[in-house]
């Protein structure tokens, strides 16, 4: 019998019933007037969302796609930037930037541990020619779940005086995690349809700050499909430099709407409060969590290191046939850890879901718990 | 935000997202061979999940204009019938037939006790003139959560030599609880296309024996919609004697493909088994259940006690507010219990989920648990 | 390849994309607040498009059953009632009617001819006695496409002082053809979901009015899947007394939107415009209608005589290769006519591809035209 | 009233329902088997399409984006490469080839002409050290509706033993025009989703043969998300290198089964067949199309001179409110032309809807026309 899925990895995330009916959409004119309409409103309902007055852009791809968009319209080759490997996701900013030509700077950081103000700073205020272009900053890094104070980077680099451009991935964070666009003045965030925005993959979204616009008019990388000059004019008339992906401007507007309808306060308390039962829920069972700062932990996605004696391929394709599907570990952590999502459209119910399929699970597979513990513990979570 | 919907009531029940997909079909001629193959196919479907050769007829009614179908078309007014009082869905087909002028005799029982052979033996081997002409049989009473042993029904009549027609209401049954049609030597099964079958409301089935079509032509209770040879003979050509309710055709055929994928035997084995663990987690809750025979405890629905103190309003209303929707006791029974629905598209996680809600809820409203005892013992049922 | 279909059958019709999406919807509780509001919202929008103010009921079924309700529900054995025997659909009223014992007087006219006020004063006037109990009009007679003028039906009975009830079949014009439920008088109107309100088939509307209420407790034809009273008792509560057909709900929320969009003279006078165009083509192919007076002709469907030679399965097999589906003759008429719906979503392109279809086959089949003067007329129709 | 559109643009096209039916699939893990399994069926599906063994690969992006791919991974900085500018489409490769370094020679045609072999000769049997890189042939120039002789492009090359690869744009002609991959030795061919594969757009495809391949690993142009090699790569493991736009593989599966169902053979015959009956209509009304040569006319867009005194706004404004909808002349061809599309799912009665639609509207605004005349010509067309 067919199972509803309970989708617990990083993303893609489940997708809201009215979301998926608005996908269903016949195909219309991309250059017409039904479409100028839908795209003005979505551009409205974003900006809100990455609480911004700048441009937002939206090119048909996924996230990475967005990534390598910002870096390419940023920066020329030999451009000084900082970036900083502390999970694989956080790697891919300034791999794209190496690949393209730009003199990359790396911060080291243990993988499970977020990168700080002080790590930038210990960099930056060495740089006293301004020669680093871009500051690149993971929010919330989807391979191990930490989250990262972008707030204390914006401060760090006005405390320096520093002029590099504040480059924010967001593609894990936006409409999950506080993440104030303007009052913290990032000049770019990138972020993606099949995270917090509830969509299926294949559409990025970028804002764009008027730092960040003067910089793309000097940044001499190569590009075509890429271009921010080209998508700000075509979006200027209510259209795109090619077609996009309009269904999944249909699925946007519900989704906005439900975000809107939620309030976006709402929205991250939501996350926290969910992250934070489903932590509970984990710790009850005798599991260890990667991040051991507490502070650090995302509310988007937990990872939790593997007991002894249990192969994540067993746990995984336990839970999975129980309807309930997890994430591994990526490269230097592929064995050694698993992760749960719990990000978008989630409540109590499939936190505890998500829960007792664990429980059950590694219980079979020789886990030392009382049936019950975790679930209870989240219960106990959500009701303090 | 929108919240995933756990439909815990004994039906409607959830709709697999395959079957909903279905549902999207554009128009077609309810009189072309696309209708006649859709139709064709369907009936085929519905023989091997109601286990018969009979005829299989279609009505765009609910359930109870099924029943209402069955008694029209097989009585005469004065006909004698032999009918149950065991909650308020038994109690239907009586009265329906009362309407109609037969002469109705009830058999009453405690609610949450089921019927038996014996009951209906007490009865008939009075009756040496054969004068009841249908016994009235609903295989699983909504109201109250027993399962009726149809198959002794059938051992005892066989055993007095009566002659009487053996009328099943399989509502809420079909596709959730064996039922044997021509091993039993059923005459008639109505059931409806929002319980086992899984689909919206909408639908009728019913599968009428040869004999019942003997009585059927004898028959002189009014009808025009109702009409069995009318609908029989629109069948045969693949067409409906008005229009039918033709997308719950298309979300049909998805369903029995899913019916027929699991495979009948495994089909109620999932209810059996969800119905074990949803019972062992209500019973860990300290929760006495209506129906004390274990042995007559349904495989679709739970009727539960409400604890003292508890209202239902505030559970209900609790258990709403996460996502989880119980059903009340009815008539006699409204505000004495609650009921849960484990019937059609359900597996251990939305078990586990709808006793999360329950024990959450319950411990707000001060009835003393150990957070975590419920979905505990579910899963102990389920690993069991 | 997959085709567009265009169903010019006299319904079910084409179903707007808008409200096929809608019927997608996850299953809710029947019992809960989110139906009783969606009920509530229809029933007003119904009153809209019926003009009334009359209570409104909707029962899980085909419009003949929302006949047979009218019926079992107004009148007790014995009742005398007028009604019409003017191609099939007028038929069933009478013969439903006789079925639960009613006394039926049948006015007989040629098929493709309408009834008159006159026809049924020739009977009432020597009704001294008021024996009448009962006014069978259809509005709309979908087998021959003939409209009935059902204002002047009630300007006679007035002028008779006749308290006889007005019982209007409005399955195939509701949505289609000025209705004026209240201004009008009329007691009972009964329709269905798959015409003018562009559903899938499953669902009966009908108004009640005040006095068919005080008839309704005097009835005593049998009945218990078809009362009124509980109906209206169990929506007074937002409920239904069986599982209601949810899904068309949503769907019917969308369809009566788009009815209030347009707004329903514009409604009506689409369907005027359509059908004009529609017999302007057909005629301009020297075919001729079957319905000789102008103003009888229905805006919902035109039937049209076959020409010599031409057998409606070559022609209606060949319009389907192409797409378009036609309806044939029924009973008498089979062999004599096709028909053409177009009634629901209906525009200028959707006439013209069908006639354009019509032109294609009938010149394939030997019928002499000259290419393009169907859909030539049709265009210069429009234009006018 | 809502309306059926008819999109009459070239790309996006009119998506059939089953396909529309299936984006409406919940959220699946795209690093798991579903995932896998769904992948490799597609790009089995899409070998018989693209008629080549080649490696498929797909990328999150529009049909340009496929043609960005194509070049950063088959050329180095300062590569020559030939290229045409016969129209905005051909125009798009070179100008993306120069913006990355290549040295781009362009032949210049006449916009309504189409480049030939002699043209590409003209330039290559100069290049007797084979400087050349890559030919770019736009198999269907959209702009303005000519079909290029890519067999001859190839034969050419054979003939000259010239070893440059040969790419082709097949964005709006996969699936319309015949298209022999490998028989033809085409080297890269890019194509998109919402054009002859009938989905929304979000989804480009790219063959790429062995020569391709080799040529992929000596190219340097800067890259990331374009890579051809990580794509690869993850592709041979069920996997992407980010998250794809898995609903369009859902609806991709169902487009693919329609078209096999189809034929790829009758698939090319029914665009051919659809053009021919477009053009004649077109011509019926006196129009002048911009193609003169005959054999160079496109199956999948017909671009037409404007007639005198009749502005581009008015007639595509006049059609839309019929519901149909046109494009219009791009960049040296704005207010000159307007442009039908006759590609993906469409059929007679969409061609006849279309000339229908202008035939109104160009008489309305004064063009001397007899109505009937295009929509007649059109049938005939259909007819021989």
Same mark, same amino acid.
């Given at each position: 019998m067919y199972r509803r899925s309970y *989708? %617990?990895? !990083? $993303? !893609?995330t489940n997708i809201p019933d009215p979301v998926l009916q608005a996908l269903n959409h016949p195909a219309i004119n991309h250059r017409g007037s039904e479409f100028a309409e839908l795209l003005a409103h979505n551009v409205r309902g974003l900006k809100q969302v990455m609480q911004t007055e700048n441009d937002i852009l939206l090119f048909p791809s996924s996230g990475s796609g967005g990534l390598e968009a910002a870096i390419v319209n940023l920066l020329s080759p030999g451009d000084k930037v900082l970036a900083v490997n502390m999970g694989v996701f956080s790697q891919r900013m300034g791999q794209i930037a190496h690949n393209f030509g730009a003199s990359v700077t790396w911060i080291e950081k243990e993988w499970g541990t977020a990168v700080t103000a002080a790590d930038y700073r210990a960099v930056l205020e060495h740089d006293l020619k301004y020669e680093y272009k871009a500051v690149f900053v993971t929010h919330n890094e989807t391979a191990t779940g930490v989250l990262v104070d972008v707030e204390s980077v914006r401060r760090m680099l006005d405390d320096l005086h520093h002029p590099a451009l504040l480059v924010v991935d967001a593609v894990s964070s936006l409409a999950i995690s506080d993440l104030q666009t303007d009052t913290w003045g990032v000049d770019v965030v990138v972020s993606a349809s %099949?995270? $917090? *925005?509830?969509l299926p993959g294949g559409l990025s979204v970028i804002s764009v700050s008027p730092k960040a616009w003067a910089a793309q008019e000097r940044a001499t990388m190569p590009k075509w499909y890429w271009n921010f000059s080209t998508m700000r004019q075509r979006m200027a008339i209510g259209q795109m430099p090619y077609t996009p992906a309009i269904n999944l401007f249909f699925g946007l507007e519900v989704a906005l709407k439900l975000l809107q309808e939620e309030g976006m306060p709402n929205v991250f308390r939501r996350h926290t409060r969910n992250a934070l039962a489903m932590q509970a829920g984990l710790m009850a069972m005798g599991l260890e969590l990667l991040v051991e700062n507490e502070a650090e932990r995302s509310p988007a996605v937990t990872a939790v290191k593997l007991p002894a004696n249990i192969a994540y391929q067993d746990l995984a394709r336990g839970t999975e046939q129980l309807g309930v599907t997890i994430g591994g570990g990526l490269q230097r952590l592929e064995g050694k850890i698993f992760r749960v999502g719990h990000l978008g459209m989630l409540h109590e119910m499939e936190v505890i879901a998500t829960l007792g399929a664990l429980e059950m699970v590694l219980h079979k597979l020789g886990h030392d718990l009382q049936l019950g513990v975790a679930t209870g513990a989240a219960m106990a979570s959500y009701l303090r």
């Open positions: *989708l %617990q990895i !990083p $993303g !893609p %099949q995270k $917090g *925005l509830m």
